[in-house]
């Protein structure tokens, strides 16, 4: 019953932010069509930055002022009987629904110990704390709590992401308002929207670029795209801010062309609509949309849209979006502008050793980085040594004195998000069956991207100016960052375009009565299919499978924990004491239960303890490890 409540909730916030959009485009005189969900989602972003950040509006006020909007705007739309409202609706409804069930699925079946944190709980505790903070205040409350010192685990955690893109927590909080329902399960319901929203973007973007295709075989691609090893990466890496902004960020890249083409009609509505878009995406992730900017530089570059007179002739619409940008996006600037600045800095030039974890995927499923053994020696060379050559001549001394020695088979295969069919032991395995597999799939796989890439280089049409602007710049910061050796930020640029990788190996390219066409790679279709019936197959105490994909940061944070929270066993409890020590994992124990128990309306009276609000109890409850104890 609870599934199809939730199942029920998402349509009503896609039926919700399809009407707002659709509204906006209504007023501007604008095609309907179903992206009209993102521009609605753009508007909610917007507002919400406005009205918390500027105005310090109390989050539940601004609530039901957005629930109010999005209901006057469905009025509007059945009282004008707008032909497009319905046929678009059941569209996204179509796009939408495979994802939606496959990932609520996933969700109920395995529970709260597989969605209370995926593959980074620092970050996902962060957002849930941030987002249960912002959800029963204002924003001068929230800074207020700064002041103070020796605040409880949970302020200290969800006060340090406050300068840190906060307005996706923003966005987050709205869904605690359905308190009925538990605070993790709302927050694993907050990513299943976000990537229907996605979904209906890339279908979009897709379509926006291959006119000529049928409608179930752009399906096909939107569907495989959302269920394919990079969008599950971003999924279980719990990168919130990046998904959460992968929607508007396709919508954008498909409006490229339009932007150049308006310029001449002087159409200052689209620009209007462009603006809107572009300072929700900037609001949720800075340094994506300055990547955008660039594209649409390079793009109007290579195009010839951009010459010596294109500024001198567009000043003024220039200056408008600029004005209007920046009008949109001030309200706490440090949180962006400034935010921007210090990450840009950390991206090009800070020293970390994330990448181990976050990119050992390309060495191979079973490579010797799930060795903890290995793992220390590799940050213990790397606290003495960031010069490249050096590090690749460890590693490669060392992936061979840990018994790796064919990793080079494993690397073409695993960029290309592969990995899975890399050391294969069915039958018992061997070297002998990995290469008879890894040779010929890199060689077709050679040969599918070569061809593709012939084909986009003879071209000059506006899909294949987006793919040769991306590459300049993916060359670009790749030089920049290799030299720097930034490789947590090479592998975050990588994802940022993973759409290109992922439709130059599932499409063959061609035209078709001077319109550009795909047709389906089954074979390499099916493989991608594969990976997520290979990761989701496993429970496995709600780690999945488990391999170098980044899906667990430490593996007894579940294998030894029973993540769970019944708030009857705390109703009788006049007060809770949280009794831990400082490890690592008991400290997400303590924050893990802070947050389920401030959402039950538990209030802190120090550090370590809370008060329940009902009255007539007078019992004190001592909480510890044994609360985790598997039975």
């Known amino acids: 019953m609870q599934f199809l409540f939730i199942f029920l909730i998402i349509y009503l916030l896609i039926l919700g932010l399809y009407s707002l959009g659709s509204v906006f485009h209504y007023s501007l005189r604008q095609t309907q069509s179903v992206s009209n969900i993102i521009t609605g989602y753009a508007l909610v972003c917007i507002l919400s930055n406005f009205l918390f950040f500027g105005l310090n509006i109390d989050t539940k006020l601004i609530s039901l002022f957005l629930i109010l909007v999005i209901c006057i705007s469905l009025i509007f739309l059945l009282y004008k009987k707008e032909i497009f409202f319905l046929i678009n609706v059941k569209k996204i409804l179509i796009i939408s629904i495979f994802p939606i069930i496959f990932f609520l699925t996933i969700g109920f079946i395995y529970g709260e110990q597989y969605y209370v944190f995926r593959g980074n709980y620092w970050d996902y505790f962060n957002y849930v704390s941030s987002a249960l903070l912002y959800s029963d205040s204002n924003f001068n409350e929230v800074l207020s709590l700064k002041e103070q010192s020796d605040l409880p685990l949970f302020f ?89 902004s992968l929607s508007i960020f396709l919508l954008l890249l498909s409006k490229i062309k339009e932007i150049f083409e308006n310029f001449s009609a002087k159409n200052y509505n689209f620009y209007f609509y462009i603006v809107i878009l572009f300072s929700a995406f900037f609001l949720l992730y800075p340094e994506l949309s300055i990547i955008y900017v660039l594209i649409v530089l390079f793009y109007g570059i290579i195009s010839k849209n951009i010459n010596l007179n294109f500024f001198r002739e567009n000043y003024l619409i220039i200056f408008l979006i600029i004005l209007s940008f920046l009008i949109l996006t001030l309200p706490n600037y440090k949180s962006t502008y400034i935010f921007l600045f210090e990450q840009s800095k950390d991206g090009l030039f800070k020293n970390n050793n994330w990448w181990g974890y976050f990119g050992s995927f390309i060495l191979g499923r079973e490579n010797p980085v799930m060795n903890p053994d290995f ?197 009788k409890c006049k007060y809770i004491e949280l009794d831990f020590n400082k490890s690592k994992i008991d400290n997400f124990k303590k924050l893990y239960l802070s947050i389920n128990l401030k959402y039950n309306d538990f209030i802190f009276i120090d550090n370590n303890m809370l008060e329940n609000s009902s009255e007539n109890i007078d019992k004190i409850c001592k909480i510890s490890n044994n609360y985790f104890k598997k039975s």
């Open 156 to 244: 200290k955690t969800a006060l340090a992401s406050q300068n840190s893109r906060p307005l996706i927590m923003l966005i987050m909080s709205y869904f605690y308002n359905f308190k009925f329902i538990d605070i993790f399960l709302l927050s694993y319901l907050f990513k299943v929207f976000i990537i229907s929203l996605s979904t209906v973007a890339f279908y979009s973007f897709l379509k926006n670029f291959f006119k000529k295709n049928k409608f179930k075989e752009v399906l096909i691609i939107t569907v495989t795209y959302i269920l394919s090893f990079w969008n599950l990466y971003v999924i279980e890496i719990d990168a919130i801010s990046q998904l959460a």
């Open 375 to 571: 793992v220390n020696l590799m940050k213990t060379y790397l606290e003495n040594s960031t010069n490249i050559k050096s590090i690749l001549i460890w590693l490669n001394d060392n992936l061979i004195l840990f018994d790796y020695k064919f990793y080079q088979l494993n690397i073409l295969p695993s960029v290309l998000g592969f990995y899975f069919l890399t050391d294969i032991k069915i039958l018992g395995g061997s070297t002998l069956l990995n290469i008879l597999i890894l040779i010929p799939l890199s060689i077709y796989l050679i040969f599918i991207i070569l061809k593709n890439i012939k084909f986009i280089l003879s071209l000059k049409d506006d899909f294949s100016t987006l793919i040769k602007s991306s590459f300049l710049i993916i060359l670009g910061f790749f030089i920049i960052l290799i030299n720097n050796f930034q490789i947590w930020s090479i592998i975050k640029l990588y994802f940022y375009f993973s759409i290109f990788y992922f439709l130059f190996i599932i499409l063959f390219l061609e035209y078709e009565n001077k319109y550009l066409k795909f047709r389906i790679n089954y074979p390499i279709l099916v493989l991608i299919i594969i990976f997520p019936l290979y990761k989701f197959s496993n429970f496995n105490n709600g780690i999945l499978r488990y391999d170098s994909f980044p899906s667990i940061m430490n593996v007894d944070s579940k294998k030894t924990v029973n993540w769970h929270f019944d708030v009857k066993k705390f109703e």
